[in-house]
């Protein structure tokens, strides 16, 4: 829905849709809570996800779950910022509707982009896109403005909220390079050590296990 207000988008780049590692293109926009930009969120985590439209069954869905998880988020040190070309007065009527239709308070910012500007910054829509119907897209960032994982979704496929903490809390575990995380890690599971890069490694990995897979206990893991 775009009422025809111009867009307050600013300091964008239209680019190439972005690769895990690129930096998080920085914008300057209208949100629900107030004129904020992207780089208002360094030094902690960031979830952007966009939602083709206000007012839709799946992305209500979305935002009850992820407003019910936001202390959960939080408490990772990982802030929330949702995004569509509605306008704000959209966004405004639709978190009310929320809030006086199912008792969800949405704690955090709704972007509005009714230019698509951002939407084209961030690859989500292809040059000559006239509408959002693609938009379904959700991006980790990370303290220093680093793209570090990208889901994207069809309009009809409602998001894991469980799956996004899951892969944060994944994130969090092996950014600094030291293990890396298994299918389905959850904080407190085994990890993976890094694999042998020389001849002599790879006979010391086979005296205690299996040299390509060298999963281990978490040394982070709460004792008990």
Known sequence: MNDGTPSSVSNVTARHPLRIGDPAPDFQARTSQGEMRLADFRGKWLLFFSHPADFTPVCTSEFMALAREYPRFEAMGCALMGLSVDSLYSHLAWLEAIRARFGVEVPFPVVEDPS?????????????????????????????????????????????????????????????????????????????????????QMRDSDASGCWFYPIRPDSRAPRG
């Open 116 to 200: 698509m500007a951002v939407g084209h910054a961030y690859g989500m829509l292809s040059a000559d896109a006239h509408d959002s119907a693609t938009v379904r897209a959700t991006y980790f960032i990370d303290p220093t403005g680093i793209v570090r994982a990208i889901i994207w979704y069809p309009m009809s496929v409602g998001r894991s909220v469980d799956e996004l903490l899951r892969l944060l809390a994944a994130l969090q575990r092996s950014a600094d390079g030291d293990v890396m995380t298994p299918e389905g890690w959850r904080p407190g599971g085994d990890v993976l050590g890094p694999v042998p890069m020389t001849q002599a």
